[in-house]
């Protein structure tokens, strides 16, 4: 595998959607726009918990311009789920966060909808919407959500347990899940050390700067054609299908380009409203959320509380953890608290632990995916837990971490035994780089902290076609956001011979594209690249049975190589057919030459980095900066090593802002007080240094490349890796996101 | 074959695409609109022949609003062809046509193109641009072209012959294919009865509703999107390649709706300007032409002359055919001179004949296919005489039809032996038909006239993708003109066992189609259906697959029946398994299931027909009405009726215009004067009777269902039906078209 010698794969070449899109010729959600086409305005609670006793839409109705205005009658309740990967989505929930029902379930959450001539009379439309609410305690925490007596989000909710556990009476936590592994108590009495912390970590946004936005256009017929900027146009078109009761098929969704998403263009929150809008006004409606909205009524990730006990012995090996997770999911169920589970101990061989894992509900927006969604938090306690660890037993961070290391073989803390796997290497790797060693100043210090994560694999379709002058078009169904179409374009390339250059991809619709899962869980590259690498295959294997045609031979006997078809023994005589030579006969030769491959891959290669900060701070104002970051990271195979740092760059960079900065920051009745990236403090450029990357490959056996999936891994060590460099520079130990200059100066003070 | 029995095929459900058309939703060319687009116009030559010797675009160049001008320099003459097909189209002649580079060689043709911000400026603009003409004798006829001393429009033509003949000196005969069989002169000796005559049809227009329009956008990169009207996508996309020296890759071509083609949407005759003027400007270009420089410059359908001469026993047994055969090509070769005279005698088995057939360039717009292309003036020729001869034998005009007719192991006078064919049943139909001795007034003649056309097979691919729900999504890259979306979703859900609403039908784009020829040569239901067949039967095998996987069997032991997966006898414990059940397993039972073909289908079914007509003529004026119309055809397998009789419909429609009214009017300087419907007569809905179908089902063996295509065989016989019931009225043979008013008083004052 690691000896496979490529010509294409390993370059970096320019993507063919960059001209369109530095030079804004790209069309994004909020671009499309449709002759007739209305505007459509959402109104919002403005109660974080709040009972609906009426709503009456007869003024707004009746304002010149209003076409269409729909309230949670409209969206009825639907008692399914929809399946996503090994996940399923329910419907109800989705329904009822589309439009409240019966109860206003977080500040922001949508009440009603109006499409009008204008946005302008669609605002003033639904600010003639009276709703009627009684308003109730809300519930802002893990605290006050678990607390005695705690006003309950939904009447009938039940825990859903593994192993399965028995609901005493109302409750908000909707989820638990439990791992363990040996004796934890014996392992614990086993250990020279035993450190024992809690963290904490605040809701963040995944910030992408596109804000939600779609159009819909229904039919009399009642099918209907969506525009939107998704990771997912098939779980749009499921999930719309699956809330309104249509067949799939009557659905068309059109994916535009898309800017950003990182787990949070996945659910919909527009689309289903914007459907039925246009079916009452029976014309094209657009919904387009402001940046306010998509703070408020969008899908962030998960405020959390993790407790975590870690033993060692002397020489730094690990003898036992225990650790328990609570994960805010918003107004409805469904927080990344498993996967929190998971991977929280991934990194490390423990003979013993004990893992506990909770779902919560709040009165906050119900949180999507955020890139490696449950793992930065559960990372951000392990990792700086086991730096304590290291500082105690004055062993260097990364020995003690490299001593610990899973490798091949090993059993991961959900179950399998782990294939090859690259955390050693990327450890070694880091022990070696200059950084480790570098010199620091006074008001400088250096932490490390290590990432996993799964990756996915899950369902992909790709279609090759050959086109007579030897190029070929691909058509995949996933939304490039990371530069995934040069990448499939190259997989193509590399596997018939061509220039990148000369291959099309495409991002098809749903009509037009096989099934395939969303741009997410970073398995485009990897599944979606094996659905492409076989159905390139499939037009090679056409091509040689071409050119078998051509020679009279058997189709098995034809070799190829190198973009040419070879001649068996039986035609030595005969010159090698090159595809530019087979391809201006395909209609000659049996017709033209499609190839396809539909894939479903349940397993994927695990990912794993390592981060070095170097983070500078004033100690007068508590402000920090980051000066130096490398970020190691295996990545299985680099098919375009361009995009591959990109991605460990633009991971990092969001995870020192949720480290330093970022926080929705709630009032008492549950209102966000920084709606706005003004206030919502994001990282830009002028924030952060160069981010260095190093690729480590160690191939992946489930992928024909090795290819094991790049995005999310390298937003898990952040956290903890400038949490440790703080306590590096400052001696205190941080153990509550983000470490924003007050707090860091409050934490100085505290500690003299 | 026959005995097929089938749930879907052969039901008449409404189209998917019919309420958008019907409420006006549908995109046409000129509906596309992009942000900054600018709009183009064309200068066009106003000699029919003249040679250019300057243009100066200066003032044009430097008016505000004006982005880009072009003029021949800025399309290279390739020396290279396009294969279509067998055909082969001359990429250097499309690019002359395009844009003029030394010579005009019609009224109308292209010199020069604007692109600016308004319409109004662009016009402007392109007034303001000075082209210096030589002007040149113009060459108008078959006999001004083939006249000594005639005007030469391209210096270097040669004939192309079959077989080979020699060039003397200039000449404006582009090519001449000769086809013979036994002994002519003996034949004519032996017959009873010789009849000769020579026809005469005029330069016609497709006439459809919709005249040329495109847009496109080049980026900075070079690629190329286009958004047209068009038959053939793939067509314009290579073309587009092709003349300007671009891979087929970087150009995509999004088909729009098409309010009608005919043949006439084949030919690429503003995208290429489009896609230079955008890269000029850096901004999207729409080019539309008017109803006049449609007509104009746009490709009609030839002008002929016919002679023929045909000798038949006292029994009406045809013993000897001989025939000349000379089409206008316009400005540049490529008259359907072959076709016509490999159809002209398709019908009757002759024992000897002589057909020669000429491509004559004239001085007026390059040719197009129209329907049938070539057939209804050979036809006109044939059908004409056969009716003569049956008035000179007094035998039955359909009788003396069957006697000669060919059946299934006759030779067909372009070469092989036909297969299983229906025209015998057609004219057994016909006689049987109560429209066939129904009484006449005394105003009123019958005629009737059969046709023949080869029908088209060439390359097709379509994509079946099966959703999680059981609905299906199907991808071919045929714009639909006469319900080929719904006949195609129909086939899909005849295999798979499912309704047709549930299965979307879409027009992919070049790049999320697999390769496929233009929607016409009646090629759609047979090629591309094939492929849809099979495309779908891909999904059923690998449905039986997944069944298979979860019966634990081998897939090749189960059975497919009624929309279910049936368990072999080693699972007889098994229940079978519905494709609605089987679908929502996709993902796990291997993932998606995406069924793919690409087909290239050199032969087809032959398709005869006999109309039936009747004329009302008011011998005072010359004004005559079809007053009842019968078209009686063998289709193969009519898989939606409706469609089947909507084209044998249009078809009639369209051969009535042609025989009663259509023309193209040239002045002396080949100016036409009528162009615009108000002039240029077409016949509308108050203009004809309902035309009576008669579908006859002959089944095709080399279609799973049967189908031989539909489209183009009805145009064949109206002409000459016509005019045999103009003669069975008047008394009068009419060999020259149209029998408008004027001709057909002349020819009864001629009479007497």
């Known amino acids: 595998m690691s000896e496979q010698t490529f010509t294409t794969v390993g370059t970096r070449p320019i ?58 009658r409209d969206i009825p309740l639907v008692q399914a789920k929809l399946a996503m990967g090994e996940a399923a989505l329910d419907l109800r929930d989705m329904g009822d966060n589309l439009l409240a029902h019966d109860k206003a379930l977080y500040h922001g959450h949508a009440v009603a909808a109006v499409a009008a001539t204008s946005l302008d009379v669609a605002d003033q439309a639904a600010r003639q919407i009276v709703v009627t609410y009684e308003v109730l305690r809300p519930v802002l925490s893990i605290e006050q959500a678990t607390a005695r007596n705690a006003p309950i989000l939904h009447e009938g909710l039940k825990t859903i347990g593994r192993p399965t556990i028995e609901t005493k009476g109302p409750t908000n936590i909707a989820g638990k899940l439990e791992l363990k592994l040996g004796d934890v108590e014996r392992g614990f009495t086993e250990a020279d050390v035993v450190i024992e912390r809690e963290f904490r970590t605040p809701t963040v946004h995944q910030g992408y700067i596109e804000p939600h936005a779609c159009v819909a256009q229904t039919g009399e017929d009642g099918r209907a054609t969506v525009w939107t900027t998704t990771q997912g146009p098939f779980v749009v078109r499921d999930a719309c299908a699956g ?5 799939a098929a009557r659905i068309k969704v059109i994916p535009t380009e898309i800017g950003g998403g990182f787990g949070g263009k996945i659910p919909v929150y527009l689309e289903p409203l914007a459907i039925v809008l246009s079916r009452k006004a029976q014309r094209p409606v657009k919904l387009v959320m402001s940046r306010e909205d998509d703070f408020r009524a969008s899908g962030p990730t998960s405020a959390t509380v993790i407790r975590m006990k870690l033993g060692a012995k002397r020489d730094g090996t690990l003898t036992a953890a225990s650790t328990s997770l609570w994960y805010e999911a918003g107004a ?73 290391a899973v490798v091949e073989g090993d059993r991961a803390p959900y179950g399998p035994s782990y294939g090859p796997i690259g955390l050693k290497q990327v450890l070694v790797a880091a022990a070696a780089h200059p950084h480790w060693k570098a010199p620091l100043a006074d008001s400088q210090g250096r ?36 530069g995934t179409r040069v990448a499939q374009a190259m997989m193509v390339a590399e596997e018939l011979g061509i220039e990148v250059d000369r291959v099309r991809p495409c991002v098809g619709d749903t009509d037009s594209a096989g099934f395939t899962d969303v741009t997410g869980g970073s398995r485009v590259c990897y599944a979606t690249g094996a659905a492409v690498i076989q159905a390139a295959r499939d037009v090679k294997d056409q091509l040689r049975a071409r050119a078998a045609k051509i020679w009279d031979v058997q189709p098995d006997a034809v070799g190829w190589n190198n973009g040419c078809a070879l001649p068996p023994g039986a035609a030595a005589d005969r010159q090698p057919l090159s595809l530019t030579e087979l391809a201006p006969q395909m209609a000659k030769t049996g017709g033209p030459i499609v190839g396809r491959a539909a894939v479903n891959l349940p397993m994927a290669g695990p990912g794993f980095a390592i981060h070095i900060c170097d983070l500078e701070v004033d100690r ?21 090593p361009g995009f591959v740092e990109g991605q460990m760059q633009g991971g990092a960079a969001q995870g020192i802002g949720w480290a330093l900065n970022e926080e929705y920051i709630f009032d008492e009745n549950g209102v966000m007080e ?79």
């Open 332 to 404: 409805y169920k469904g927080s990344p608290f498993g996967a929190g589970a998971m991977c929280v101990l991934a990194c490390y061989r423990i003979p013993n632990f004990f893992i506990e894992s909770y779902d919560v509900v709040v009165n906050k927006p119900k949180v999507a995916a955020y890139r490696a969604p449950g793992s930065p938090m559960a990372a951000f306690a392990i990792e700086s837990v086991m730096d304590e660890l290291a500082e105690t037993l004055a062993v260097d961070p990364i020995a003690i971490r490299l001593k610990n």
């Open 447 to 482: 932490g490390v902290a290590c990432g996993f994560w799964f990756n996915a694999g899950m369902s992909s379709s790709a279609t090759v076609t050959l086109n007579a002058d030897g190029s070929a078009s691909l058509v995949t169904g996933n939304p490039d956001i990371g």
């Open 243 to 247: 809330i309104l009761g249509m067949d």
């Open 620 to 640: 007068g104002t508590g402000k920090s900066k980051v000066v130096r970051y490398t970020a190691l990271q295996d990545v299985g195979r680099a098919v375009h």
């Open 15 to 72: 993507r063919h959607d960059g001209v369109d899109k530095v030079t804004g010729r790209a069309n994004y959600g909020a671009d499309i726009s449709l002759p007739r086409m209305l505007h459509g305005v959402v109104l919002r609670s403005p109660h974080a918990h709040a009972r609906i006793l009426s709503i009456d839409t007869t003024r707004a109705r009746s304002m010149p311009g209003v076409k269409a205005v729909v309230t949670g």
């Open 674 to 752: 920084n709606a706005g990236f003004l206030d919502y403090r994001m990282p830009v450029t002028s924030d952060l240094p160069m981010i260095d990357t190093v690729i480590v490959e160690v191939a992946n056996p489930l992928h024909p490349y090795g290819v094991r999936g790049v995005g999310e891994v390298p937003i898990v060590p952040p956290l903890a890796a400038v949490a440790n460099a703080m306590h590096a520079v400052t001696g205190v130990r941080f153990t509550r996101l983000p470490l924003s200059p007050p707090r860091v100066l409050e934490g100085l003070v505290a500690a003299g």
